[in-house]
């Protein structure tokens, strides 16, 4: 294993290798000595965590209003005093822009390591069946999560590359090639570090277990990318972001003024006259006015970013991360369902005043149905160059007609296709899926996603992605990977081809 991550190490660029040495050493001393001058974590609430709701635009039990949003997680004034110097400290002294040089081109990045290697091999085959050519890049973490099947042959046959991050990290042998090597970085960091010391200048970010239904080949040269350098997508929940944060951050809350409201019914964002009195303020959703990060929350598993243009940004959001568990998660969802990483990108760009796009179309719960009970598996994520298409009409359309024409006008608006699918929960096993009886129990063999995901997307893409696990892992490669090390491969090969079998028998069945 050494001796191929030192080969893959030769191969490198040796003089952007240095560059990025010393730049990214840099960053990391701004970020230590940025740390907040506090003892203990942000872990004490007035009386419960947050337990945010799904977001339904006028169904909401409990306006979300800055005294309600106040009423979760304690910040003394000693704390907001302490991360608010952290925070101006990391504002001043983060680079603006990267080295010219660092960054070029445009791709696809992934954090792979322990069980990601395997969902993250399944997605890039997923990726090259849609069409998709750009370019990938995986992150493998540390020396333990290194796979040499992996990184020396699989990947580069399809067009894809291992970053072992040690080495782009670190000059020196000791932290590249101990084999021990414990770097002070853990899971919430690695999609950060991940945009950051990945070679390109533009990309799109995905987690190992988001699958591509339609191929992204033009994500990164068309709308909404190309203006506003910054792409993200919405989670189910309506924000719950502590107002403290915005104190923290140096960010002015206008008492005043409203962004658009976010309706998932319409699958859109509408103007609300812009002014509200002092007194309203009371009972508006804290998200909706002027200097907030807007509703919904959101969801990460997919991410398209600039380097150019949100490199500051992305800067932020590694500080928010790297002391995110302590403080910046809490502040950001006060215990609300999915607490991590997932703000901290929409927060950087927020605090800087830099332009990103949310898509429009409301996440799609896909999933099947347990004796009688819907199970949502995962989550549909909308093609976003044909969501903005969509929404230079619905402006359109909202600056055009008045109620009741207007509603009636943007339901009938077409709906973008999904582009992701986000199998978050379960992750795609094969063994592990047939041990839990999620596909197999002694009932029969089921579906994961029911018949919503080739209603949306005209394809069985369940069935194509057990076409693709046969083919990975019973076909001529005969591929050895940890993720399967303690299973038989013929019992493997079994299991996969006994459930692509019922996939074929169910296909035509489905809507």
């Given at each position: 294993?050494?001796?191929?991550?030192?080969?893959?190490?030769?191969?490198?660029?040796?003089?952007?290798?240095?560059?990025?040495?010393?730049?990214?050493?840099?960053?990391?001393?701004?970020?230590?000595?940025?740390?907040?001058?506090?003892?203990?974590?942000?872990?004490?609430?007035?009386?419960?965590?947050?337990?945010?709701?799904?977001?339904?635009?006028?169904?909401?039990?409990?306006?979300?209003?800055?005294?309600?949003?106040?009423?979760?997680?304690?910040?003394?004034?000693?704390?907001?005093?302490?991360?608010?110097?952290?925070?101006?400290?990391?504002?001043?002294?983060?680079?603006?822009?990267?080295?010219?040089?660092?960054?070029?081109?445009?791709?696809?990045?992934?954090?792979?390591?322990?069980?990601?290697?395997?969902?993250?091999?399944?997605?890039?085959?997923?990726?090259?069946?849609?069409?998709?050519?750009?370019?990938?890049?995986?992150?493998?973490?540390?020396?333990?999560?290194?796979?040499?099947?992996?990184?020396?042959?699989?990947?580069?046959?399809?067009?894809?590359?291992?970053?072992?991050?040690?080495?782009?990290?670190?000059?020196?042998?000791?932290?590249?090639?101990?084999?021990?090597?414990?770097?002070?970085?853990?899971?919430?960091?690695?999609?950060?570090?991940?945009?950051?010391?990945?070679?390109?200048?533009n990309l799109l970010l995905l987690d190992g277990d988001n699958v591509v239904i339609?191929?992204?080949?033009?994500?990164?040269?068309?709308?909404?990318?190309?203006?506003?350098?910054?792409?993200?997508?919405?989670?189910?929940?309506?924000?719950?972001?502590?107002?403290?944060?915005?104190?923290?951050?140096?960010?002015?809350?206008?008492?005043?003024?409203?962004?658009?409201?976010?309706?998932?019914?319409?699958?859109?964002?509408?103007?609300?006259?812009?002014?509200?009195?002092?007194?309203?303020?009371?009972?508006?959703?804290?998200?909706?006015?002027?200097?907030?990060?807007?509703?919904?929350?959101?969801?990460?598993?997919?991410?398209?970013?600039?380097?150019?243009?949100?490199?500051?940004?992305?800067?932020?959001?590694?500080?928010?991360?790297?002391?995110?568990?302590?403080?910046?998660?809490?502040?950001?969802?006060?215990?609300?369902?999915?607490?991590?990483?997932?703000?901290?990108?929409?927060?950087?760009?927020?605090?800087?005043?830099?332009?990103?796009?949310?898509?429009?179309?409301?996440?799609?719960?896909?999933?099947?149905?347990?004796?009688?009970?819907?199970?949502?598996?995962?989550?549909?994520?909308?093609?976003?160059?044909?969501?903005?298409?969509?929404?230079?009409?619905?402006?359109?359309?909202?600056?055009?007609?008045?109620?009741?024409?207007?509603?009636?006008?943007?339901?009938?608006?077409?709906?973008?296709?999904?582009?992701?699918?986000?199998?978050?929960?379960?992750?795609?096993?094969?063994?592990?899926?047939?041990?839990?009886?999620?596909?197999?129990?002694?009932?029969?063999?089921?579906?994961?996603?029911?018949?919503?995901?080739?209603?949306?997307?005209?394809?069985?893409?369940?069935?194509?992605?057990?076409?693709?696990?046969?083919?990975?892992?019973?076909?001529?490669?005969?591929?050895?990977?940890?993720?399967?090390?303690?299973?038989?491969?013929?019992?493997?090969?079994?299991?996969?081809?006994?459930?692509?079998?019922?996939?074929?028998?169910?296909?035509?069945?489905?809507?």
């Open positions: 294993k050494l001796a191929q991550i030192k080969k893959l190490d030769r191969a490198a660029d040796a003089s952007k290798l240095e560059m990025g040495h010393v730049f990214f050493h840099k960053i990391m001393q701004v970020i230590l000595d940025a740390k907040p001058k506090l003892s203990a974590p942000l872990d004490q609430y007035w009386n419960k965590k947050f337990e945010s709701d799904r977001f339904e635009r006028g169904k909401e039990s409990q306006i979300y209003s800055e005294s309600y949003l106040l009423q979760f997680l304690k910040v003394s004034e000693a704390e907001e005093i302490a991360l608010t110097a952290s925070h101006k400290y990391a504002l001043d002294h983060l680079p603006e822009k990267a080295p010219e040089g660092l960054y070029r081109g445009d791709g696809i990045v992934f954090v792979g390591g322990g069980k990601f290697n395997w969902l993250t091999l399944l997605s890039v085959k997923r990726l090259r069946s849609t069409g998709c050519t750009l370019p990938v890049e995986v992150l493998i973490p540390t020396f333990e999560e290194f796979e040499v099947d992996m990184c020396i042959s699989v990947f580069p046959s399809l067009n894809a590359r291992c970053i072992y991050m040690p080495t782009v990290l670190f000059k020196d042998d000791q932290s590249r090639y101990g084999p021990k090597t414990k770097l002070a970085f853990k899971g919430y960091q690695y999609k950060s570090l991940a945009i950051l010391l990945s070679s390109f200048e339609t191929s992204p080949q033009n994500i990164l040269t068309l709308e909404p990318f190309k203006s506003t350098g910054l792409v993200l997508w919405p989670d189910y929940w309506r924000r719950s972001t502590c107002p403290k944060f915005y104190s923290i951050a140096g960010v002015k809350v206008s008492d005043l003024k409203l962004n658009s409201g976010y309706n998932e019914v319409l699958n859109g964002y509408l103007d609300q006259q812009g002014k509200i009195t002092l007194e309203e303020t009371l009972n508006v959703s804290y998200h909706e006015r002027v200097g907030t990060i807007p509703d919904p929350s959101t969801e990460s598993g997919q991410l398209v970013i600039s380097k150019k243009s949100h490199f500051k940004a992305l800067l932020l959001a590694f500080y928010y991360n790297s002391f995110g568990p302590d403080f910046y998660y809490p502040l950001f969802s006060q215990g609300a369902p999915g607490e991590g990483d997932k703000e901290t990108f929409i927060a950087g760009a927020v605090v800087l005043n830099e332009t990103f796009y949310q898509v429009g179309s409301f996440v799609l719960a896909i999933g099947n149905f347990v004796n009688g009970e819907f199970t949502g598996r995962g989550m549909g994520q909308a093609d976003p160059i044909e969501d903005y298409q969509r929404t230079l009409e619905f402006r359109q359309i909202a600056e055009t007609y008045s109620d009741p024409a207007m509603t009636e006008k943007l339901k009938a608006l077409p709906q973008p296709k999904l582009m992701f699918l986000h199998a978050n929960y379960p992750k795609l096993n094969p063994w592990e899926l047939k041990l839990k009886g999620t596909t197999v129990d002694e009932k029969g063999r089921y579906r994961l996603y029911g018949s919503l995901l080739k209603e949306k997307s005209g394809r069985d893409i369940e069935l194509e992605i057990w076409q693709d696990m046969e083919e990975l892992m019973c076909g001529e490669m005969n591929l050895q990977l940890e993720a399967f090390k303690q299973v038989d491969n013929q019992a493997l090969c079994k299991e996969i081809l006994e459930q692509k079998e019922f996939l074929l028998q169910t296909s035509a069945a489905l809507k």
